[in-house]
């Protein structure tokens, strides 16, 4: 039975590089409108160049769990031993608004001020200049 592994890729910088180990099938779900829409690829090594080649196997509006037991069973007639997975959720619809706090009302407000006492500023002497104080 073939080896499930999560999807690999490599970030460069923006892009996001899909990382194959070949050979190997790849299983891929996104949703549309909220209805999956899963593949199957086949990726492969060119023994002669090392080119790295493609092929789509399957391609359907079907669940996730679908298109993986598919891969899972024609794994086997291409001697395969990695499957990679790839499983975009679905987006969510956005909940409701949150709901704004109540107002505070005001003569709340206004006990609370009260309750507090002004800060009482330090007086602070003015100097003045050493010839000033001569003169007098």
């Not at 987006?91 to 608004?97: I, T």
């Amino acid at each position: 039975m073939a080896t499930l592994q999560s999807w690999t890729s490599v970030g460069i910088g923006d892009l996001d590089v899909f990382v194959p180990s070949p050979p190997c099938l790849v299983v891929y779900t996104s949703y549309v409108d909220d209805e999956p829409e899963s593949s199957v690829t086949y990726f492969w090594q060119d023994e002669n160049t090392g080119l790295l080649n493609h092929q789509l196997l399957y391609m359907e509006a079907a669940p996730f769990e679908t298109a993986l037991a598919w891969a899972q069973e024609h794994a086997p007639t291409r001697s395969i031993e990695r499957i990679h997975v790839k499983h975009a959720r679905a987006k969510k619809p956005p909940g409701p608004a949150a709901v704004a706090k109540p107002a505070v009302r005001r003569r709340a407000v206004k006990k609370a001020a009260a309750k507090k006492a002004p800060a009482k500023k330090a007086a602070r002497a003015v100097k003045r200049p050493a010839a000033k104080r001569a003169k007098k």
